[in-house]
């Protein structure tokens, strides 16, 4: 099993980048495929980005070109790194692993001038 702590969001400006970062704890995170998710005010949570154990990666068409979603195994970490952000990112976003059974608390994006 896998614990997930995500790293804190925060406000940036539309144009501008942020990198998340989630710690996982326990010894097979490396066999995990795992996920990025986000969830907008009123809307369902949807999976962004998707990365297997063994590093390929696929993306909502929405974020395509602008989100890099990528992984340590050997430090336990996911990343979600976040350009060209618009103000229609702004959402809660979740890391997790791609098939979730429970989710944790989330972090803040918020894309505003």
């Known amino acids: 099993q896998v614990q997930l702590v995500e790293s804190v969001g925060g406000l940036v400006q539309p144009g501008g980048s942020l990198r998340l970062s989630c710690a996982a704890s326990g010894s097979t995170f490396s066999f995990y495929a795992m996920g990025w998710y986000r969830q907008a005010p009123g809307k369902q949570r949807e999976l962004v980005a998707g990365i297997s154990s063994g590093g390929g990666t696929n993306y909502v068409d929405s974020v395509k070109g602008r989100f890099t979603i990528s992984r340590d195994n050997a430090k336990n970490m996911l990343y979600l790194q976040v350009n060209s952000l618009k103000p229609e990112d702004t959402a809660v976003y979740y890391c997790?692993?791609?098939?979730?059974?429970?989710w944790g608390q989330g972090t803040q994006v918020t894309v505003s001038s």
């Open positions: 997790n692993t791609y098939y979730p059974k429970a």
